[in-house]
């Protein structure tokens, strides 16, 4: 077996607040492997981005992390920011949500992209400017020439996407995180996204973390899915046996709120309640009140991520099974 690019072990991130403590990851352990990529979904405020945040030392100041985020060996949570600044960008690096505020609106794309370059890689501003150009021609923007020159206002939303993988790449990076890399974009841009960044994946055998609450996108682009609820794992495993055949409650009830062309409206079946207080104690799953096949033991007794019905994964003490009809709905 492959030593992964990125094993992660009991990782936790929690917020200190004037009243109490937020806990917004809780004692999570996974792994990436060079040329897979990985679906991390959940609802908003699941926990996605701030685990994948902590790894870059980009948390919050009153954010605080444990445990143990090994890339190529080396612990990303032991390093200074001096450390990280050496690791940002060149090992692991970034494509931020909503291409339409993550590029600086005042600054041309050259002056953004040329920046990274001399930075890291030591070019000079004719070189580095000759490697932008490269980048954005590698990445499909249209009239490459020209739009170096412009500035984010002027570019459409897929191109300014295009222009944040550009400058996510241009380091050569190992890991690529990918945090909701088709917010706001429509359709057909979205699917040209994703087809840009599975071909970038093949030629350089990188490692991809696709963050997002879309079950459509990863479906196109992953490997193997992390299901994540209130800072917690609720299943993982390959991308096709938790899409078809969920064994988690919760991953089934984000498939069945998923709406249908061929179905009218009044079929969906939204997941009832809402999620865990991360202020509060934790105790028992976090999804129990929220669950159609809650037990007391659910209240009570954390489940551990274990393969009990399938090949994946899940945290839950009574899986969905391949009969279970009713995949989604609220504990009452």
Do not use: W
């Given at each position: 077996?492959?030593?992964?690019?990125?094993?992660?072990?009991?990782?936790?991130?929690?917020?200190?607040?004037?009243?109490?403590?937020?806990?917004?990851?809780?004692?999570?352990?996974?792994?990436?492997?060079?040329?897979?990529?990985?679906?991390?979904?959940?609802?908003?405020?699941?926990?996605?981005?701030?685990?994948?945040?902590?790894?870059?030392?980009?948390?919050?100041?009153?954010?605080?992390?444990?445990?143990?985020?090994?890339?190529?060996?080396?612990?990303?949570?032991?390093?200074?920011?001096?450390?990280?600044?050496h690791?940002?960008?060149?090992?692991?690096?970034?494509?931020?949500?909503?291409?339409?505020?993550?590029?600086?609106?005042?600054?041309?794309?050259?002056?953004?992209?040329?920046?990274?370059?001399?930075?890291?890689?030591?070019?000079?501003?004719?070189?580095?400017?000759?490697?932008?150009?490269?980048?954005?021609?590698?990445?499909?923007?249209?009239?490459?020439?020209?739009?170096?020159?412009?500035?984010?206002?002027?570019?459409?939303?897929?191109?300014?996407?295009?222009?944040?993988i550009?400058?996510?790449?241009?380091?050569?990076?190992?890991?690529?995180?990918?945090?909701?890399?088709?917010?706001a974009?429509?359709?057909?841009?979205?699917?040209?996204?994703?087809?840009?960044?599975?071909?970038?994946?093949?030629?350089?055998n990188?490692?991809?973390?696709?963050?997002?609450?879309?079950?459509?996108?990863?479906?196109?682009?992953?490997?193997?899915?992390?299901?994540?609820y209130?800072?917690?794992?609720?299943?993982?495993?390959?991308?096709?046996?938790?899409?078809?055949?969920?064994?988690?409650?919760?991953?089934?009830?984000?498939?069945?709120?998923?709406?249908?062309?061929?179905?009218?409206?009044?079929?969906?079946?939204?997941?009832?309640?809402?999620?865990p207080?991360g202020?509060?104690?934790?105790?028992?799953?976090?999804?129990?009140?929220?669950?159609?096949?809650?037990?007391?033991?659910?209240?009570?007794?954390?489940?551990?991520?274990?393969?009990?019905?399938?090949?994946?994964?899940?945290?839950?003490?009574?899986?969905?099974?391949?009969?279970?009809?009713?995949?989604?709905?609220?504990?009452?």
């Open positions: 077996m492959h030593q992964p690019l990125l094993d992660v072990r009991n990782l936790s991130v929690r917020f200190q607040t004037a009243g109490a403590p937020v806990i917004a990851v809780d004692n999570i352990s996974f792994s990436v492997s060079q040329g897979e990529v990985l679906g991390v979904v959940g609802e908003s405020g699941s926990g996605k981005s701030q685990t994948f945040m902590a790894l870059g030392g980009l948390l919050a100041s009153n954010g605080e992390t444990t445990g143990e985020a090994l890339l190529e060996g080396h612990d990303l949570l032991a390093l200074s920011d001096r450390e990280l600044d690791i940002r960008g060149q090992k692991i690096s970034y494509i931020f949500q909503d291409p339409m505020t993550a590029l600086n609106p005042f600054r041309s794309v050259a002056a953004q992209m040329t920046e990274l370059l001399r930075l890291h890689r030591g070019l000079g501003q004719a070189r580095a400017r000759t490697e932008a150009l490269r980048l954005l021609e590698r990445v499909r923007v249209p009239d490459a020439r020209r739009r170096l020159d412009a500035y984010p206002h002027e570019l459409s939303g897929g191109m300014r996407q295009r222009v944040m550009a400058m996510a790449l241009s380091n050569q990076p190992r890991l690529l995180i990918a945090d909701e890399p088709t917010t974009l429509d359709v057909t841009v979205q699917i040209q996204v994703l087809d840009i960044l599975d071909e970038l994946r093949r030629e350089e990188l490692a991809v973390v696709l963050i997002t609450h879309d079950m459509g996108v990863v479906a196109r682009l992953a490997h193997r899915i992390m299901v994540v209130a800072g917690t794992i609720a299943e993982e495993g390959e991308a096709e046996d938790v899409l078809l055949r969920p064994s988690h409650p919760y991953t089934a009830g984000l498939l069945a709120s998923m709406p249908d062309l061929a179905a009218p409206l009044t079929q969906l079946q939204p997941i009832r309640g809402y999620p207080d202020r509060k104690a934790r105790i028992g799953c976090m999804f129990a009140p929220r669950c159609f096949k809650v037990q007391p033991v659910c209240r009570d007794v954390t489940p551990a991520l274990e393969a009990r019905v399938s090949r994946q994964r899940q945290a839950c003490h009574f899986p969905l099974e391949p009969r279970d009809t009713a995949i989604a709905g609220g504990a009452s």
